[in-house]
């Protein structure tokens, strides 16, 4: 049976394209991806003993910030980097403290940075954002009034509250991470910031059904990067099985907002490695 899609009333045309077009949004953890390369000619140069040494001592620098899922390391495959050192923290001010503890060590003597990404973890808040928004117009409150602020910041707040684990979380520990950064487009025939707020929605729902179906196969952190990096995002996905990263955005290719909407940086692929182990690693064994 078909159906049938009755056409819009004057009233609802109206509250449509007078919400404000900005998704809320709630930001929680800062994070920093540090993709470095190894000097692996010095490196040759040191004793045994000396090399385990170096490597022993960021492991036990960095040993709490790893047990608590705040720091990671993984070797990077490819020529983009060698090592990258995941930080999860509260503000850019511990952010700032991880990167000079690892500048300050013996070990750093060996790293050349390669790249960096700096961002802060963001859950977009699109269908809320929308169903508030309409609520707050059919009842007359004008946007962006002082009544309007405080439904909204009453409103965020209760959200803050109720999403505390996915705005700071842990890192997984999975034995694999995939991380990209990406934008929306905004320019020539395609521009995903002039689409009304509801179409986003729309394409953004759709979007997520894609995510959802790998949920127990593929973890993933979205981190917003509007100035703090030179993409709008940064994508963290972790697995056991890394095939699942390419399973998971190949379909995600085939839906609107990624296949019409969507730019994509560098991918850096990078096996875990724990800290204990990184003298191993070093020597040639990733284990």
């Known amino acids: 049976m078909s159906m049938i899609h009755e056409p819009k009333t004057t009233h609802e045309q109206k509250t449509a394209t007078s919400i404000p077009g ?17 000097d692996w000619a010095a490196w040759r140069k040191l004793p045994a003993a000396e090399q385990c040494g170096l490597a022993q001592e960021l492991a036990t620098v960095f040993r709490a910030d790893e047990a608590a899922g705040e720091s990671a390391v993984y070797s990077v495959l490819g020529h983009k980097a060698d090592l990258l050192l995941l930080h999860f923290r509260h503000s850019l001010a511990e952010l700032n403290a991880a990167q000079l503890k690892l500048s300050r060590l013996r070990l750093g003597d060996f790293l050349r940075p390669a790249n960096s990404y700096l961002s802060v973890v963001e859950l977009g808040l699109y269908d809320s954002s929308v169903k508030l928004y309409r609520s707050l117009v059919e009842r007359g409150i004008a946007p962006h009034s002082e009544a309007w602020n405080t439904e909204i910041a009453e409103t965020l707040d209760r959200q803050r509250k109720a999403m505390m684990p996915r705005l700071y979380p842990k890192i ?93 940086g560098a991918f850096v692929v990078g096996v875990r490695q724990p800290l204990a182990t990184l003298d191993e690693m070093l020597s040639g064994n990733p284990g």
């Not at 900005?22 to 190894?38: D, I, K, R, S, Y």
């Not at 056991?240 to 909407?261: A, N």
């Open 22 to 38: 900005v998704p809320l949004t709630l930001e929680g953890a800062c994070v920093l991806h540090q993709m470095m390369q190894f």
């Open 172 to 264: 997984p520990a999975a034995a694999h991470l995939c991380f990209y950064p990406m934008d929306r487009r905004r320019g020539e025939s395609k521009n995903w910031y002039m689409l009304p707020i509801v179409e986003r929605q729309r394409q953004m729902d759709a979007h997520g059904t894609v995510g959802r179906r790998y949920a127990g196969r593929v973890q993933q952190v979205i981190t917003g990067s509007m100035g703090f990096d030179d993409w709008e995002w940064g994508v963290d996905l972790w697995a056991e099985d890394p095939v699942q990263f390419k399973k998971l955005i190949y379909e995600m290719r085939f839906d609107e907002v990624s296949g019409m909407y969507s730019g994509f």
